[in-house]
Each structure stands twice: as C-alpha cells, then as structure tokens.
C-alpha cells in the first residue's frame, strides 16, 4: 500500500496538439470515409438503373427503318418496270404495350427491391452515426472518468499530507 501511495502518474501531461473535434464534425468525417456507404451509394445507383431497365418495357418505343437499293441499268430494264434503278424505303413503327403482367410485375419487383437498397443504404448511414456517437460519448465519459480519478488522488494525496503533518 506504501507503493502505491507513493507513486506517482508516468506522461500525466497530454500533448495540447491534439485535434478537438465536436460530434457532429466526427459523424461528417465518418459518414465521408466509410466504405460500406460507398458501397450503399453504389448500389443504390446500380438499382436505379435496373428500375429505369424495367420500366422502358412499359414506355412506348419507336423503331425507324430505311432502306436503299442501287441496281445497274440493264437489271432494271429486264425487269420490264417491277424494278426501278434506285429504291428507298423506309418504315417509322410504334409500340406501346398496354397490358402485360410481366411487364408490371417485373416494373413493381425491380422498384420494391431498389425500395429495399434505399433503406437499406439509409440504414447503414444511420447505424453508422450512431456508432461513432456512442464512440464520442464513452471517450467523453472515460476523459470525465480519468479528470474524476486525478481529482480523487489529489485529494487523497493533500488528505495524506495533512495527516502526516497532524501526525
């Protein structure tokens, strides 16, 4: 007990150079350097593409077509007029599906699973900030700790020395 009323605290100072940080600058740090939200980011884009995808089934679609024929002079005139020397033909067709249950069903899946990578990205930002808030409150509580504690020896350490003076 005599040692450990003697001893005394090894780099007791903290170096003043440290970087003080609030909490919500330390969710912003984490929230910009955490691979697991680029990778949300990236697999939210990735379904918006796949809902954009399915959902084209369902839009109208236009096709064009044009085609040009060149025959020589004398194939043309051997064909007695059903042949011309020059030919164009083009076409201009239009699609709009107007029901398909697959169509639909694949449209519904793909946006309910992208529903699913939105929340599921969301819930990586939020379990992510709550981690680092946890994080940042036992580093506040263990400095409040440590700040009590050297309190507490302080004190006894004065209380020893009046006691030895009495003595």
């Known amino acids: ?26 969710i912003d740090e984490a929230l910009g350097n955490n691979l697991a939200i680029e990778q949300g980011k990236a697999m939210v884009a990735s379904g918006e593409e796949d809902v954009r995808k399915a959902r084209s089934y369902l839009i109208p679609s236009v096709e064009a077509n044009l085609t040009g024929v060149k025959i020589d002079e004398n194939s043309a005139k051997i064909s007695f007029g059903t042949e011309s020397e020059e030919t164009l033909k083009g ?59 050297k309190s507490s020896i302080d004190l006894t350490t004065a209380n020893l020395k009046r006691a030895r003076l009495r003595r």
């Open 1 to 26: 007990s005599t040692i450990m009323a003697e001893a005394d605290l090894i780099k007791e100072t903290i170096s003043h150079k440290t970087k003080k940080i609030s909490l919500s600058s330390a």
């Open 91 to 149: 076409s201009l067709t239009a699609t709009q599906v107007l029901f398909s249950e697959k169509a639909w069903s694949g449209w519904r899946a793909v946006k309910s699973g992208q529903k699913a990578r939105e929340e599921e990205y969301n819930t990586i930002l939020l379990d992510t900030a709550y981690n680092v808030s946890q994080s940042y409150i036992n580093v506040l509580r263990a400095l409040t700790l440590e700040r009590v504690r």
